[in-house]
């Protein structure tokens, strides 16, 4: 099993930065895939960024190429989302996921084994 636990949301202004960080315990394994995903108020969740851990190329969405990077110190703990130039459109709740069968970064939800209980980010003046 594998544990994920998030931090780092809150409310920031349009404009703003925030920077999330994603802890892992458990069963981990550098060959996974750790990745970003989104899900505002009665929507889908939505991939946001993802990269395996070991090291690599990162995939990010269209919709916040240029703002946000996913960033890790190859294996180790933990993994950052660091988001700038926020906008009232990234307000979502935002989880860390882990594929453990990753033979390609994935962008569908589904085929994350583990996820963490998300944090909220609110983009608001």
């Known amino acids: 099993q594998v544990q994920l636990v998030e931090s780092g949301g809150g409310l920031v202004q349009p404009g703003g930065s925030l920077r999330l960080s994603c802890a892992a315990s458990?069963?981990?394994?550098?060959?996974?895939?750790m990745g970003w995903f989104r899900q505002a108020p009665g929507k889908e969740r939505d991939f946001v960024a993802a990269?395996?851990?070991?090291?690599?190329?990162?995939l990010v969405a269209d919709s916040v190429k240029g703002r946000f990077t996913l960033s890790k110190n190859n294996a180790k703990n933990p993994v950052y989302l660091q988001m700038n130039s926020l906008k009232p459109e990234d307000t979502a709740v935002y989880y860390c996921?882990?594929?453990?069968?990753?033979?390609?970064?994935?962008?569908?939800?589904?085929?994350?084994?583990?996820w963490g209980q998300g944090t909220q980010v609110t983009v608001s003046s």
């Open positions: 996921a882990a594929d453990a069968n990753a033979g390609f970064i994935a962008t569908r939800p589904t085929l994350y084994d583990y």
């Open positions: 458990g069963r981990t394994s550098s060959s996974y895939v």
């Open positions: 990269a395996r851990w070991s090291g690599g190329s990162t």
